[in-house]
């Protein structure tokens, strides 16, 4: 199964601890201000729907495939707009592409098929309605 990027941006709560526990100089802590909790949690809140809804696609057409894609792509535009644009920068970025396109693969769906049949690459089929 894809990791949500949002697993490997929980640094944050390791980071605090050892901000807290003088393991570390407030200075150097650097995640909680990339990654702040409720952005982590609207992402989240973002990525179990589209988790669902990939879950119960059953020999999905194309069209079905897409919605899936456009409905998170929007919906993490809308995270991505409510933090002035700046949530998810090019890793990340590159991070929810990624996930999506595994979870996609995870689902059945050959990608690379899928987005050629559209003259597409797989790295392309979020382009259309992504903001971030």
Known sequence: MATRPTEYWRDVAEEARQVAAGELDAEDASTAELFPEDMLI???EVLQPFERELAALIDPTDEEIFAVIQHVVLALNKVNEDYDGAAY???EREQLCEYIENSLTDNGI???AFAGRHGLT???ITDEWRDW
Do not use: A, G, Y
């Open 89 to 91: 920068e090019t890793d």
């Open 110 to 112: 050959d990608v690379d």
């Open 42 to 44: 609207r992402t989240d």
């Open 122 to 124: 797989r790295h392309e």
